[in-house]
């Protein structure tokens, strides 16, 4: 009952931005932390980035200073905003949330989208 999509997604150069959305619907009673990983062919899923309900945030050291993560509780929605991209942030990025159910309030449980393509190619 509880679905997170992310959008945002493309081909970009060296140096440009693109700013990802994740969404959440469902019968959705709270969201907890949200995070944001990726996972290139052949490699491990890493976590990029994670925001508190509380607005507390983390970033990996590949891209701290250079990802901002960032939520509108309201719309159940957390975003990256991705600037000085590099060919090395060339992946699959999924959402993730901790999120609980009107069902179970108090129940949290991990859900995944199912992740936009970002390139960033000369």
């Known amino acids: 009952q509880v679905q997170l999509v992310e959008s945002g997604g493309g081909l970009v150069q060296p140096g440009e931005s693109l700013r990802l959305s994740c969404t959440a619907s469902?019968?959705?009673?709270?969201?907890?932390?949200m995070r944001w990983y990726r996972q290139a062919p052949g490699k491990q899923r890493d976590l990029v980035a994670g925001i508190t309900s509380g607005g507390t945030t983390m970033y990996a050291d590949s891209v701290k200073g250079r990802f901002t993560i960032s939520r509108d509780n309201a719309k159940n929605t957390v975003f990256l905003q991705m600037n000085s991209l590099k060919p090395e942030d060339t992946a699959v990025y999924y959402c993730?949330?901790?999120?609980?159910?009107?069902?179970?309030?108090?129940?949290?449980?991990?859900?995944w989208g199912q992740g936009t393509q970002v390139t960033v190619s000369s």
């Open positions: 469902g019968s959705i009673f709270s969201i907890n932390v």
């Open positions: 993730n949330g901790l999120i609980s159910m009107t069902s179970s309030r108090y129940r949290y449980t991990a859900y």
